[in-house]
T-cell receptor
Framework: DAGVIQSPRHEVTEMGQEVTLRCKPISGHDYLFWYRQTMMRGLELLIYFNNNVPIDDSGMPEDRFSAKMPNASFSTLKIQPSEPRDSAVYFC???????????????FGPGTRLLVL | LAKTTQPISMDSYEGQEVNITCSHNNIATNDYITWYQQFPSQGPRFIIQGYKTKVTNEVASLFIPADRKSSTLSLPRVSLSDTAVYYCLVGVYNQGGKLIFGQGTELSVKP
């Protein structure tokens, strides 16, 4: 398996523009996670899905952020409108399970480095 | 809610053994202890996981005392390429679904 795939790897945009980040989880993994990493706040969980259904989105900063998982092999994280404070590295991760020892290991993608000017 | 405490940074030299200890006083009975490694400009990567006693794989060893209130990640004979941030996580699934990565330990290996 190619691992978790994210695109784009880098994104530079202007304030107010819409940004869409994409993720392809590892085949067979039932859980998908979106994280944001900044120097100030570290690695934060934004939202996670189980079998394509959002389970916990309490980490989503505000209504400008939305995430979807239309099928088991694809998820998007959208920011509309984007702001400079959204600049960060966004990671997608997937796992087989949660709370089941070794099966809960999360596999991270390479991340999308977002810069909002 | 299990919380972990680990040193913010550590320095070492090539060839030395490095031990990073993580405190997790409120660990629950069903919680596992998991360590991740993150290189600059990359996502975190699973290193090792354990429940009790000792676990060893090709990368590291994990020592967990009987009370499980702490754990120690041991990296044998580190090299420059082991320079990274190491995160200790307890009970991957926490209350409310929030997975908490702490600040991690920034390990710097010098020649």
């Amino acid at each position: 398996d190619a691992g978790v795939i994210q695109s784009p790897r880098h994104e530079v945009t202007e304030m107010g523009q819409e940004v869409t980040l994409r993720c392809k989880p590892i085949s067979g993994h039932d859980y998908l996670f979106w994280y944001r990493q900044t120097m100030m706040r570290g690695l934060e969980l934004l939202i996670y899905f189980n079998n394509n259904v959002p389970i916990d989105d309490s980490g989503m900063p505000e209504d400008r952020f939305s995430a979807k998982m239309p099928n088991a092999s694809f998820s998007t994280l959208k920011i509309q409108p984007s702001e400079p404070r959204d600049s960060a590295v966004y990671f997608c991760a997937s796992s087989l399970a949660l709370g089941q020892g070794a099966q809960e290991t999360q596999y991270f993608g390479p991340g999308t480095r977002l810069l909002v000017l | 809610l299990a919380k972990t405490t680990q040193p913010i940074s550590m320095d070492s030299y090539e060839g030395q053994e490095v031990n990073i200890t993580c405190s997790h006083n409120n660990i629950a009975t069903n919680d596992y202890i998991t360590w991740y490694q993150q290189f600059p400009s990359q996502g975190p990567r699973f290193i090792i996981q354990g429940y009790k006693t000792k676990v060893t794989n090709e990368v590291a060893s994990l020592f967990i005392p009987a009370d499980r209130k702490s754990s120690t990640l041991s990296l044998p004979r580190v090299s420059l390429s082991d320079t990274a941030v190491y995160y200790c996580l307890v009970g991957v699934y926490n209350q409310g679904g929030k997975l908490i990565f702490g600040q991690g330990t920034e390990l710097s290996v010098k020649p």
